[in-house]
């Protein structure tokens, strides 16, 4: 009782029993249900066999080739979409005739679903790759521009009058005020952009590729194949699971880092 009501001694073990007891009573409720809700395992397969399912896409190297694809699909597009809306961000927040001009336009396009975007997507580049990274690329770069201008708006107007009067040369505003001021809302925001562009990917893969997880389910729906869908839907999970706490962990870097860089 002292585990979940008491002041633990080692917090670190609740941190980690507490997910693996969730993780277990949620198996246990699935097998529950799969055995007594009268529904075949072609219809709702129960843990064992979507284990043993996994067993056998890992061995003949299904589940990696598809998993690799949607890896590589989902780096490509947040990495680009990083690269140039934590920039744009960074100008819109400082250029206020730019951010007047272009922030309504931002508003419009960022409530559109990706998704409504996969019809052009596919006319304009095909199939294959470079649609999928397109749509991620859209799903992460309109949050990361509002995230990053909005941070760089409510940074106090006193430091960068302090940075006129020593003198701040244009980077050095950048690295020793901005991004400091700013990181803890970027890195806020990637997490959350992250874990869209993975909910993206699978849905494009179903649609514009022919691989990945998304096409995995899709294409194993087709073949009646609902343990291989369930299947490809834990390994989903599990990797928003890693991704999100990669981010987590990411967030724990204290803005004295770059403090001391600038110095």
């Keep these: 009782m002292n585990l979940f009501f008491g002041n633990s001694n080692k917090p670190q073990h609740l941190t980690i029993l507490a997910p693996i007891l969730s993780f277990t009573l949620l198996i246990l409720i699935w097998d529950i249900i799969t055995r007594f809700s009268g529904w075949s395992d072609q219809v709702f397969p ?10 056998e896409l890992v061995l003949d190297g299904t589940l990696l080739k598809h998993t690799v694809a949607s890896l590589f699909r989902v780096t490509a597009g947040f990495y680009l979409a990083i690269i140039t809306g934590i920039p744009a961000g ?6 206020k005739p730019g951010m007047i001009m272009l922030n309504p336009v931002i508003q419009f396009l960022r409530p559109i679903s990706p998704l409504a975007w996969i019809p052009l997507a596919m006319l304009w580049f095909g ?20 995230s990053t201008m909005t941070a760089v708006l409510e940074i106090n107007p006193v430091f960068f009058q302090v940075a006129a009067n020593f003198n701040f040369s244009r980077f050095e505003v950048v690295t020793k ?29 179903m ?3 022919n691989s990945g997880l998304g096409y995995l389910i899709l294409d194993s729906r087709n073949a009646l194949r609902m343990d291989y869908v369930m299947a490809g839907m834990i390994v989903i999970g599990l990797i928003g699971l890693i991704l999100d706490f990669i981010m987590k962990r990411l967030g724990k870097i204290d803005s004295v ?7």
């Design 46 to 55: 129960g843990p064992l066999k979507v284990f043993i399912s996994i067993h």
């Design 90 to 95: 960074m100008i819109l927040g400082r250029w």
């Design 127 to 146: 199939i294959g790759d470079p649609p999928a990274v397109f749509l991620i690329f859209l799903s992460a770069f309109f949050p990361l521009v509002v």
């Design 177 to 205: 005020i901005i991004f400091p001021a700013i990181l803890p809302s970027v890195i806020q925001a990637l997490r959350i952009t992250v874990g869209i562009a993975w909910l993206v990917v699978v849905a494009a893969e």
């Design 207 to 209: 649609i514009a590729v």
């Design 257 to 263: 880092f770059w403090g001391n860089i600038s110095h």
